[in-house]
């Protein structure tokens, strides 16, 4: 049971710490990134642990909900700087990804 519900716990969390890092100063955002970041390899591992549990799609989704804003970071660092409109997608990203939450957590818990 509480392979099945930590994702979706994990990912509400992060998904609101995400909506804290556009209004709050820095000391704060390091906080929440000490707090709630998550490594691609620990989102690996739940994936394949989901898979070899054989639960459904919607709760790999909500495993790799973590990964989505990493991306991003990864490409703005690495590969080119994002311009301030593509950083918009800073606010559009929470959004996205409450939906995907929501939409998850109604096929696991209800459907």
Request: with cysteine; charged share 15%; proline share 6%.
């Amino acid at each position: 049971m509480a392979v099945q519900i930590i994702p979706f716990a994990y990912s509400s969390l992060y998904i609101i710490s995400l909506v804290f890092y556009l209004f709050c100063p820095e000391p704060i955002i390091k906080v929440l990134d000490t707090l709630f970041y998550v490594s691609p390899a620990i989102v690996l591992m739940l994936l394949v642990e989901s898979k070899i549990l054989k639960l459904c799609k919607w709760h790999r989704r909500a495993c790799a909900i973590p990964i989505v804003p990493q991306v991003f970071v990864f490409i703005d660092y690495h590969i080119v700087e994002l311009t301030s409109y593509e950083r918009f997608l800073s606010i559009a990203i929470p959004i996205a990804l409450t939906a995907i939450l929501l939409i998850s957590a109604y096929h696991v818990f209800i459907k």
